[in-house]
């Protein structure tokens, strides 16, 4: 195994060993952080294969989910993960890096503030909006999950429903958008042979933080995520705007 796959392996690992103790997390934190050391592109493509395997969750969940709300979502949803797909393979990649460092910040700045835009459009525009904007972002950067959340977090009847929900509209939008990857050009074989290394750790990493789930202390361990991702978003404005 080289360094580089090494390198990778150890991130995308992490990543979904955080998601797998938080519920979120695993593109949030894999591709911006792969996104130094690879180009944009790749990082959102190999990350979407994880990304999609996490909604077989769904199985789990199904009986919970509220199929109404999900619906509502998912004209728009689909419209939004076309456009994200041909702005990943045809905008800039330094620009791209930008949306993400941006995507991080507000992201930060959403959980520790009250500045939150991004919620108050989702407010105001609906499902169609939430589902446009969730599935342009998760295809693009792999980040739709807050657009799909600030819709979906006062429709559901409970935690469990509210749970449900997230995890079928995730794995429904990241259908089209690994579909996309093929039809576009974006899976590429050496791309497909790294998500092969890598998926028993990402199994692992599941498993893992299963059981640890309430041994870790997560305010600590959330912690120092947080601190990785504001390094990573000064990072990727550093690569971006360099020379």
Do not use: C
Not at 117 to 127: E, T
Not at 146 to 169: C, G, H, M, Q, V
């Amino acid at each position: 195994m080289t360094d580089f796959t090494t390198l990778t392996v150890f991130v995308l690992t992490l990543a979904f060993f955080t998601q797998s103790l938080f519920g979120f997390g695993g593109g949030l934190i894999a591709i911006p952080v792969l996104s130094l050391f690879m180009p944009v592109q790749d990082a959102v493509t190999l990350a979407s294969i994880f990304q999609l395997s996490m909604g077989f969750l769904i199985v789990r969940t199904h009986k919970d989910t509220g199929w109404a709300h999900v619906r509502a979502l998912l004209p728009a949803m689909v419209i939004g993960v076309v456009l994200g797909i041909l702005l990943l393979k045809y905008l800039d990649e330094d620009l791209i890096r930008l949306a993400l460092a941006g995507y991080i910040l507000l992201h930060l700045a959403r959980t520790h503030t009250k500045f939150d835009p991004l919620g108050r459009v989702i407010k105001a525009g609906g499902a169609h909006l939430a589902g446009f904007l969730g599935g342009t972002m998760n295809a693009m950067i792999g980040g739709g999950g807050p657009a799909f959340i600030l819709y979906l977090k006062d429709k559901a009847k409970n935690s469990a429903e509210f749970r449900a929900n997230i995890t079928a509209i995730l794995f429904l939008s990241n259908i089209p958008r690994l579909a996309g990857t093929f039809s576009a050009g974006l899976m590429r074989w050496d791309i497909a042979e790294t998500a092969v290394i890598v998926y028993p750790f990402f199994l692992g990493a599941l498993i893992l933080g299963q059981r640890l789930h309430s041994r870790i202390p997560q305010r600590r361990f959330f912690l120092i995520i947080e601190i990785l991702l504001s390094l990573t978003a000064l990072m990727l404005i550093i690569k971006a705007l360099a020379p």
